[in-house]
């Protein structure tokens, strides 16, 4: 039983758009809630977190959007580059992570 | 600072014959994590420690052994592999449980 569900598995994008990529979870009990971003044969990395006491962090092209009572967040990429072509993973944690099942992101030039 | 290391990068193995990931971390971090990722189904919990000395099941830990001697340390043994068993398998470390975790590079290992 998938805790986090990710969607979508994958997205195209072109240079310059909003890249958006959506997870949904059941246990409320998760009190934080990061994003990875993983390139090719590469480990995952931490892109941006948040808790659930605020509703978005910025950083920098990267938004989360985070909505408690649908039990649902986001991230948002604006001006999507050829370089932010990864594989992004949504996590929720309390004791232990759970991970989304990830998006695989193209970015065309 | 290396941060976390692991070994083997690949290794093709037959089925039956034991394997050990080795998984070594310099952050001094108190909790480390063993990861499998499939396709379609992202990264999967095997095992975890939370401080040295002591280990934990995930979600999918059948099949797999670990144990932590040491802070710096945390190997995944494979008793007898089965071709399942074929993955690539992550390390982590976070400072505390609930932390955010630090991931290696991965071992690509094929059970044939």
């Known amino acids: 039983q998938q805790q986090v569900k990710q969607s979508p598995q994958s997205l195209i994008v072109q240079k310059g758009g909003i890249s958006i990529i959506n997870c949904a979870y059941e246990?409320?009990?998760?009190?934080?809630f990061p994003w990875y971003q993983q390139f090719p044969g590469k480990g995952p990395a931490l892109l941006i977190a948040i808790r659930p006491d605020v509703s978005e962090k910025k950083e920098g092209r990267f938004t989360i959007s985070f909505n408690k009572s649908a039990k649902q967040f986001s991230l948002h990429i604006m001006d999507s580059q050829p370089g932010d072509s990864a594989t992004y993973f949504c996590a929720a944690v309390v004791d232990d992570m759970r991970f989304g099942a990830g998006t695989r992101l193209t970015v065309k030039p | 600072i290396a941060g976390i290391t692991q070994a083997p990068t690949s290794q093709i193995l037959a089925a039956g014959r034991r394997m050990t990931l080795r998984c070594t971390q310099d952050?001094?971090?108190?909790?480390m994590y063993w990861y499998r990722q499939d396709l379609g189904l992202g990264l999967r919990l095997i095992h975890y420690?939370?401080?040295?000395?002591?280990?934990g099941k995930g979600e999918v830990p059948d099949g797999y052994s670990v144990s932590r001697a040491n802070t710096d340390d945390f190997p995944l043994t494979l008793a007898s592999a089965v071709p399942s068993q074929t993955s690539v398998y992550f390390c982590?470390?976070?400072?505390?449980?609930?932390?955010?975790?630090?991931f290696g590079p991965g071992t690509r290992l094929l059970v044939l």
């Open positions: 420690s939370n401080t040295a000395g002591t280990t």
């Open positions: 246990n409320t009990a998760f009190d934080y």
């Open positions: 952050m001094r971090h108190n909790a």
């Open positions: 982590a470390s976070s400072s505390g449980q609930g932390e955010t975790q630090y």
